[in-house]
């Protein structure tokens, strides 16, 4: 599994999001590229670090993205 964080692509809040959660992390990881462009393209609407937190969360929670 290739490691999505490092990419320049994946804003700041969205991978401190991700790394402190493995499942949700996981999901994003997998997911191809155009669906994981719209998760990060729906990142900019997020206004707080628990706001992030949330939304990732959802991942992990059965919320499909794609």
Request: net charge negative; glycine share 4%; no cysteine.
């Amino acid at each position: 599994m290739e490691n999505y964080l490092n990419h320049p692509e994946v804003p700041i809040g969205l991978g401190m999001a991700l790394a402190k959660n493995p499942s949700a992390m996981n999901y994003f990881s997998n997911l191809d590229a155009d669906s994981q462009r719209r998760i990060i393209d729906q990142t900019h609407s997020v206004r707080s670090k628990e706001e992030m937190d949330s939304f990732v969360s959802s991942f992990s929670s059965g919320n499909s993205f794609r």
